[in-house]
């Protein structure tokens, strides 16, 4: 390809993927909202309190889907569609098994996860039900994560957008409906953000019924080493969607110690807008990973590095845009979630935005550089970065700039950890280069 049609497609991939990521992000962003008008500050500490809980499912449903939607798309390049079709039937009976493990666990230790998580006599009993009726659903979270990666590398992403806003904009309607009309209180909230990913799978199901699928259901045995490919490719993705949840666990724990259920509360702001930045990150890098995957695939060195450039300068612009919108605008941003008008909360609130999104810009590049090494079939480096990021430097950190600067310091964590890790980032992208040179 020419530098302008791989910019064109590069524009195409990861422009429709953003906006899908971004309206798959408001699952939370609209519970937050209608929950905060509905159910006050012991309501959105309970939601934040669970919200670890729903990164680690939509963790696990990334990692099979981008590992398994990546070995797909360089299978795919190469014409060999039976292995395709093997990967995809596999990926789904995996996802089965895990989705019928964590309906059990939610139907039979959902008060023990609540109470491990934080939750106190305030806030347990809604976080309970929201973390039952949530791992209920997860089968449907796993299988919509599959099928979106699959149908992107597969030709289709327009569909995967419309499908991701489709069930986003249906889960912020049915917020509405069963939270005040209904008055379901915290159920109506999980209730609605549970039928989404549903909503989303019926868009999906039009690309098999218009037969433009190059992949189906075959009749297949489990194969271990296909799994620990796709494990593999696919962890990168998920240690970066389950960090952002063990940091909010973590940081939970910690503002409670300093600030009550008030700071946790504003901390579910802060949290809730972070989960919609990070998903433009992860939506453009989830956009170019078949471009990637398919001239990697190709031996096409040279749009291999061409969507990489666009890939980091697009985070790059990404992060600042994104910073300069929180910063200008971060106390009504934070009064919109602010229902009871609690005064500590938006300071808590507003001063947090402003040093917290510091770290955007190396977050963006972060993971940018995280998924280009999954998508190359160099999954290592990505498992370097992703787990830097999301335990052996935020761990530590969290617990030291705590002790030492209270809040500010738990708003400096994630500024601190992201730019360590970007220098480690591109130390090992310069030590990998050789095998991506012309």
Request: aromatic share 12%.
């Amino acid at each position: 390809m020419e530098n302008t049609s791989s910019l064109k497609l590069f524009l195409k991939y990861s422009s429709l993927n953003v906006l899908g990521m971004v309206g798959i992000s408001c699952y939370i962003l609209a519970d937050t909202y209608f929950v905060s008008k509905g159910l006050g500050t012991y309501g959105l500490s309970a939601l934040n309190l669970a919200i670890p809980v729903f990164s680690l499912i939509n963790g696990l449903g990334l990692m099979l889907g981008m590992g398994s939607a990546t070995k797909y798309g360089i299978f795919k390049s190469q014409n060999k569609t039976e292995s395709g079709n093997k990967v995809y039937s596999q990926t789904m009976m995996t996802a089965l098994f895990l989705g019928v493990l964590i309906i059990l666990a939610g139907i039979f230790f959902a008060g023990n996860i609540s109470s491990l998580i934080g939750a106190d006599e305030n806030t347990f009993d809604m976080t309970k039900t929201y973390l039952q009726v949530l791992m209920i659903f997860s089968p449907a979270f796993l299988f919509n994560s599959i099928t979106l990666a699959f149908v992107r590398n597969d030709g289709d992403p327009r569909l995967s957008m419309f499908a991701m806003l489709t069930g986003s904009f249906s889960n912020i309607i049915l917020d509405y409906v069963f939270i005040f009309p209904l008055n379901m209180g915290i159920f109506g909230a999980i209730l609605a953000t549970g039928m989404a990913p549903i909503i989303s799978l019926l868009v999906l199901s039009t690309h098999f019924l218009r037969r433009k699928n190059n992949f189906r259901l075959v009749k297949t045995k489990i194969n271990m080493d296909t799994e620990k490919e796709v494990f593999l490719m696919g962890l990168p993705s998920m240690i970066t969607e389950l960090s952002s949840g063990i940091v909010i666990l973590i940081f939970n724990i910690l503002i409670l110690n300093i600030e009550g259920n008030v700071g946790v509360a504003a901390y579910g702001v802060i949290a809730n807008i972070s989960l919609v930045v990070i998903a433009m990150f992860t939506g453009m890098s989830q956009g170019v990973q078949p471009l990637l995957s398919d001239s990697y695939g190709r031996g096409n060195k040279k749009n291999v590095n061409t969507f990489l450039k666009y890939a980091v300068v697009s985070a790059i612009f990404i992060g600042i845009a994104a910073y300069i919108v929180l910063f200008i605008w971060a106390e009504p941003i934070s009064n919109i979630f602010n229902s009871e008008n609690n005064e500590r909360l938006t300071e808590i609130a507003v001063g947090g935005m402003k040093i917290y999104f510091t770290g955007a810009v190396f977050a963006g590049l972060n993971i940018v550089l995280s998924l280009f090494f999954t998508s190359t079939e160099n999954p290592l480096p990505a498992h370097v970065i992703t787990l830097l990021r999301g335990f052996f430097v935020i761990v530590p950190m969290s617990f030291i700039l705590s002790y030492v600067l209270k809040m500010t310091g738990i708003w400096l964590v994630f500024p601190v950890t992201e730019i360590i890790v970007s220098l480690v980032a591109f130390m090992l992208y310069l030590k990998n280069r050789k095998k991506y040179m012309l």
